[in-house]
């Protein structure tokens, strides 16, 4: 058994996140009575597609901003409060001679009557990406390129070698949401943003960054996976 398999099996209960509140987010006047209300929720579900009316809020609450396209593709987590409050992933692209593009988080509230406020955009930097302390395996470092994003959450090519990769990987359930860089080696890295769950009865899930590598003989191992600390992105 690897060692990534006895991390997970062991710590599969300890990795579940329970996500609250932060500062900064619309809140209710009054402390919610249901556990859930007041903080976030991943969204287990998030793939590489959002709802038409996921899409309808996200344009309408960014259609005055300047210097950046953004492209939402996924609500990876909700908060109820008097509204909703939806984190959405998104690729971005500096609309500049010198454009780039990198991956970004934004919050954006939608009211009980429909209204909607955008309320903050942080960088997802994929070279440098927060993680909940000492959750992490491995540093992601040196030349990674950010993905395009697609139809699917992965290329059918990365699609095949996480499946392999996550053979031998037990007590945690991954889905991915989203490839969000490449870097060639001997062979390739990928960086994956996915949802996890561990596999118990009515577990709380979080979600992770999942590092791929891919040799050139077509062989796939899982080199890292370190919880995402979402609260620092909304």
């Known amino acids: 058994m690897g060692r990534f398999v006895k991390m997970l099996a062991a710590g599969a209960l300890a990795l579940a996140v ?11 006047p009054e402390p919610a009575t249901d556990p859930v209300a007041g903080g976030w929720e991943v969204a287990g579900e ?46 971005g692209t500096v609309v500049s001679p010198d454009s780039g593009i990198g991956w970004h988080v934004i919050t954006i ?19 440098r990406p927060i993680l909940l302390e000492g959750s992490a395996d491995a540093e992601m470092v040196g030349a990674w390129m950010a993905a395009k994003p697609g139809s699917a959450a992965l290329p059918t090519e990365v699609d095949g070698l996480f499946a392999k990769a996550m053979e031998d990987i037990e007590g945690m359930s991954y889905k991915p949401i989203a490839l969000l860089g490449t870097q060639l080696v001997s062979g390739t890295n990928y960086l994956v943003l996915c949802y996890g769950e561990p596999v118990v009865p009515n577990a709380r899930g979080a979600l992770y960054l999942v590092q791929l590598y891919a040799d050139l003989d077509g ?15 909304i």
């Not at 959002?50 to 309408?60: L, V």
């Not at 509230?109 to 429909?114: F, I, K, R, S, T």
């Not at 796939?220 to 620092?232: R, W, Y």
Request: one cysteine or more.
């Open 46 to 91: 998030a793939g590489s597609s959002i709802s038409d009316d996921e899409r309808a809020i996200f344009e309408k609450a960014t259609e005055n901003l300047m210097g950046a396209d953004y492209e939402p593709v996924a609500v990876i987590a909700t908060q109820i409060v008097a509204g909703t409050n939806r984190a959405y992933l998104c690729k």
């Open 18 to 28: 329970v996500l609250v509140g932060c500062a900064g987010q619309k809140q209710d």
């Open 109 to 127: 509230y939608e009211d009980l009557e429909g209204g909607v406020e955008l309320l903050d955009i942080k960088e997802l930097d994929i070279t």
């Open 219 to 233: 062989g796939a191992e899982i080199t890292s996976i370190g919880q995402l600390d979402l609260l620092s992105y």
